[in-house]
């Protein structure tokens, strides 16, 4: 029979599954969109699939605590410390910069009525998507840490 800590193990890694997984590919969304029509679908693609980011993530956190909660000896350990200070660094992304240059490029695909993308978009686009690939960089980072536990 399991623990119970063996299974928030399991659901730890599930929750990276789901809440990583689609996080890693929002950038290739609304990356590879060409036309403004392109645009507004992909940003509903990217909302529907934030979902899956946000549950897992919060999957994610919450079992990693709980892990922490049983064994307390995780919280002296540097990999762990150190996966969590990254973890809440990548979360303070999401209602700072994300959502600033997300809204302003939703706000700009609902006034634009052409179908070409403006400079504006592209260059909000730019920013958002450093912001993304910072984010996810945090996140390999992490999941590297908790594979090897290397302190």
């Keep these: 029979m399991h623990s119970f800590y063996t299974t928030l193990v399991i659901i730890h890694i599930f929750s990276a599954i789901l809440g990583m997984g689609p996080g890693f590919i929002l950038t290739t969304v609304t990356k590879s969109a060409q036309t403004m029509d392109e645009v507004r679908h992909a940003f509903r693609l990217k909302k529907t699939l934030h979902m899956y980011v946000m549950i897992g993530g919060l999957l994610l956190l919450l079992t990693g605590l709980l892990m922490g909660f049983i064994r307390p000896y995780l919280f002296q350990q540097g990999w762990y410390q150190l996966s969590l200070l990254l973890y809440l660094l990548a979360l303070a992304l999401g209602p700072t ?17 052409h179908q070409t993308l403006t400079p504006n978009y592209k260059k ?16 390999i980072i992490i999941i590297f840490l908790m594979i090897t536990k290397p302190f």
């Design 97 to 113: 910069y994300l959502k600033k240059y997300s809204t302003q490029i939703k706000a700009l695909i609902q006034t634009n009525t």
């Design 124 to 139: 909000l686009l730019h920013k958002l998507l450093i912001t993304e690939y910072i984010e996810n960089t945090l996140f």
